[in-house]
T-cell receptor
């Protein structure tokens, strides 16, 4: 257990559905991240939040909409996804601002888009 | 961004030390080397990090060369549960936060 939880662990959705992924960190960190890992590809950073403010968006399509209501919670709202969006979505958190802000990852949500 | 180069795969006998190399010849003076591993379909697990000096914790040791252009992660007594993808990452320092850029990593297979 890393102190970062993600729900659901598995999700199957159709292209017209709307769903949300949830991430919660119990580490008192101030930064949270969404990563995407497609099959046989390296992890790709999607979004970064510092103190609830989005500080990075890596050219992610608008069908992915992040929300960070407080430093402990991070959501990824999904809308009209494509089959190629099927992937493992990982959340991480860190205590940013120091020299060694180690990121701790959650277990991920395995998303399948039909 | 400093790039890392790792062998795509390695095998190690159970109980032996696993030595995983990483080249990072373009690393800057204030950039840290981080190691993570990912067991199949799980989230990456932090292992260790260092700047200049060698580091050791309960999981592994990190040896960084004096010129900082390469490093080696050492798992002293590999077990079957250490089979995973190991990522060597140079952490990029940015004004809007620090960033990890993951590569393909090294697939370590521990065999009995």
């Amino acid at each position: 257990e890393t102190g970062v939880t993600q729900t659901p662990r598995h999700l199957v959705m159709g292209m017209t559905n709307k769903k949300s992924l949830k991430c919660e960190q119990h580490l008192g960190h101030n930064a949270m991240y969404w990563y995407k890992q497609s099959a046989k590809k390296p992890l790709e950073l999607m979004f970064v939040y510092n103190f609830k403010e989005q500080t990075e968006n890596n050219s992610v399509p608008s069908r992915f909409s992040p929300e960070c209501p407080n430093s402990s919670h991070l959501f990824l709202h999904l809308h009209t996804l494509q089959p190629e969006d099927s992937a493992l979505y990982l959340c991480a958190s860190s205590q940013d601002g120091g020299q060694t802000d180690t990121q701790y990852f959650g277990p991920g949500t395995r998303l399948t888009v039909l | 961004d400093a790039k890392t180069t790792q062998p795509p795969s390695m095998d190690c006998a159970e109980g032996r030390a696993a030595n995983l190399p990483c080249n990072h010849s373009t690393i800057s003076g204030n950039e840290y080397v981080y190691w993570y591993r990912q067991i199949h379909s799980q989230g990456p697990q932090y292992i260790i990090h260092g700047l200049k000096n060698n580091e050791t914790n309960e999981m592994a040791s990190l040896i960084i060369t004096e010129d900082r252009k390469s490093s080696t992660l050492i798992l002293p007594h590999a077990t079957l549960r250490d089979t995973a993808v190991y990522y060597c990452i140079v952490r990029v320092s940015r004004s809007n936060g620090n960033k990890l850029v993951f590569g393909a990593g090294t697939i370590l297979r521990v065999k009995s």
